[in-house]
């Protein structure tokens, strides 16, 4: 029995030493952490995606209090959050137009895209480019296996019936993460103010391209473009045609005389609508002054 009493209270002076040393510690050794740090990573998304260049959200409230990093960093939060940011840190708020990802390709589903071979392997785009370039006739495009969908968080892209990849606008936060899955880079971030892109990625020749895209819809590089923009915004190098999107205005001239429709606009259509309807009304009134001078040469007679 004394042999038990001495060995609990051995036991209990050893963790009472130990819990005041631990004590003592805590106290010697403790780094106070400024409360900003903490408000301002209570108000971020904890999306922890990366897009603003750090590891995590809290390495970017951190980085915020502390080296100054710029308040509107966080592209899930978008200006909500960079709003509450500039509030804590009291400090104007500065905000950036919204991103989202544009997929620079057309092709890339199972019924828009030439196949050199059946791909069986482990279902990653990264593993199926390392096979003779990937299964897809064209070595810069798509290779539809989603590793961009699995690495979205925000449920912003999705699989259509013909195994198109979607992006939804309207849940994309521009975090960026598809596009760091993608091997072949064919995702950008863009502000969502600008509407004309290039959907292709080719910088193979044009006659090589257009083979090789299940779709039709390759750049050919015929320079059309860059013809037609009178803002000096679009230029073929490596026979690809580029948007500058600081210089771009939307106009959508590029895309009217886009031969194999490489260039995306979506109010093409409307366009070509409105200038159809112009010349009927323009055709409409000629036929009407020539009926009038007609009637009026007969009256004449």
């Known amino acids: 029995m004394s042999i038990l009493i001495s060995s609990i209270a051995t036991l209990g002076i050893l963790g009472l030493i130990y819990g005041l040393g631990l004590a003592f510690a805590s106290k010697k050794f403790h780094v106070e952490i400024d409360p900003k740090i903490e408000k301002i990573n209570e108000i971020l998304p904890n999306a922890n995606c990366g897009a603003c260049g750090f590891p995590g959200c809290a390495a970017y ?17 978008g200006t909500e959050v960079t709003k509450h940011i500039a509030e804590i840190m009291g400090m104007e708020a500065t905000t950036t137009d919204r991103k989202v990802a544009i997929i620079h390709c ?8 030439n196949f050199k071979y059946d791909y069986q392997g482990i279902e990653t785009c990264k593993a199926a480019i390392l096979i003779s370039d990937g299964p897809n006739a064209c070595n810069y495009g798509c290779v539809y296996q989603y590793d961009c969908v699995r690495a979205c968080n925000f449920d912003a892209m999705h699989i259509d019936d013909n195994g198109m990849i979607i992006v939804d606008k309207e849940k994309c936060t521009g975090c960026g993460a598809c596009a760091i899955a993608c091997p072949r880079n064919i995702i950008e971030m863009v502000s969502i103010k600008k509407r004309v892109h290039v959907l292709c990625v080719s910088e193979d020749k044009g006659a090589i391209s257009r083979k090789a895209c299940g779709n039709n819809t390759a750049c050919i590089a015929c320079s059309l473009c860059v013809k037609a923009c009178k803002f000096d915004a679009i230029h073929v190098i490596d026979n690809l045609a580029r948007i500058d999107y600081e210089k771009c205005v939307n106009c959508g001239m590029c895309a009217d005389v886009c031969p194999t429709s490489a260039i995306f606009d979506p109010l093409k259509e409307v366009r070509a609508q409105k200038k159809a309807a112009a010349k009927a009304k323009a055709e409409a009134m000629k036929k009407k002054i020539a009926e009038q001078k007609a009637d009026e040469n007969k009256e004449e007679k």
């Open 61 to 77: 409230a951190e980085a915020v209090v502390e080296k100054g990093v710029e308040i509107n960093l966080c592209a899930p939060g």
């Open 106 to 113: 057309q092709s890339g589903g199972k019924n828009n895209t």
